[in-house]
């Protein structure tokens, strides 16, 4: 892949935390900007507060992808829509996401905000703008090709959850940006030579092993290993729950100190507000 890029392409890591309200680090959620448009994947908790803190617009981001539904990875996505909705949204937002997701966007929407809803059309304004339309992802395949991007899906064991990933190629870069969960052997084809892989590193391999659903998640080791075989180039780790419930805070350091064991590519630990300019 030795294409160069046409336009500016930057990631930022919205939220580098889960489920605690851990104040540092919003839910998870990210984003990958080609130029003038703004990808979207998932959108958990103050999501949209780091939204505007990277300095775009939600009503702006027409492209939203949902990993899983779990709610810490997608909490955000009621007020995405709404005030997206409020701002005069001209763009109709799309929403990808594995099987399921139209059951719960058909509910997060009307139902509860029939009030709100009521009470703004009956004061002139137009629905237009409001629904998304709902793609749900339910093969491991390249779904989506639109003018210099292409996104393809692959498939995470998460507890039997339905769950994605996400893999971007554009100009001649690949970025994949993981769920949560562990991926199949194909992951690493899947990932061949990306530029950036953003990868949930939820704790260490014996913390994992003490918690009811650490077998749901990747260990530091198998993140090194996968990456590693995949040959990509930068790891962004991210999802960094282990200091929410230790309260160590070198624990994301020193998970990837153990990454590094295994990879020799570049290791960046999860902050919120984190860039990669990959232009
Ligand atoms: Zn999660
Ligand atoms: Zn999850």
Redesign the pocket.
């Known amino acids: 892949m030795t294409e160069t890029p046409t336009t500016a392409l930057r990631f930022v890591l919205l939220g580098s935390g889960a489920v605690r309200n851990n104040p540092r680090r919003a839910g998870p959620s990210q984003i990958l900007q080609l130029g003038a448009r703004t990808l979207l994947f998932d959108c958990g908790r103050s999501a949209c507060m780091r939204l505007a803190q990277a300095g775009v617009q939600a009503e702006s981001v027409d492209r939203l992808f949902l990993t899983?539904l779990?709610f810490?990875?997608v909490t955000d996505v009621p007020y995405f829509v709404f005030v997206g909705w409020n701002n005069g949204r001209q763009s109709p937002l799309r929403l990808y996401g594995p099987e399921g997701t139209e059951h719960f966007a058909s509910r997060i929407i009307r139902p509860p905000f029939q009030q709100d809803i009521a009470s703004r059309v009956g004061h002139g304004k137009s629905e237009s703008g409001l629904d998304p339309e709902v793609i749900e992802v339910k093969e491991a395949s390249l779904f989506l090709q639109e003018e210099g991007y292409s996104v393809s899906a692959a498939f995470t064991d998460?507890g039997g959850?339905p769950?994605l990933a996400y893999r971007v190629d554009t100009g001649g870069r690949r970025i994949v940006i993981t769920?949560?969960?562990t991926p199949g052997e194909d992951f690493i084809d899947y990932s061949r030579d990306a530029d950036l892989m953003v990868c949930e590193c939820s704790g260490t391999a014996e913390f994992l092993a003490q918690q009811p659903w650490g077998a749901?998640h990747l260990t530091p080791e198998g993140l090194g290993e996968l990456a590693s075989a995949a040959g990509v180039k930068r790891l962004v780790i991210k999802h960094l729950v282990m200091e929410d419930i230790t309260g160590d805070r070198t624990a994301a350091h020193r998970m990837a100190e153990t990454i590094r064991d295994h990879f020799g590519g570049e290791v960046m630990v999860g902050e919120d507000g984190l860039e990669v300019d990959l232009s």
């Open positions: 899983h779990h810490d990875h998460h959850m769950s769920g949560d969960g749901w």
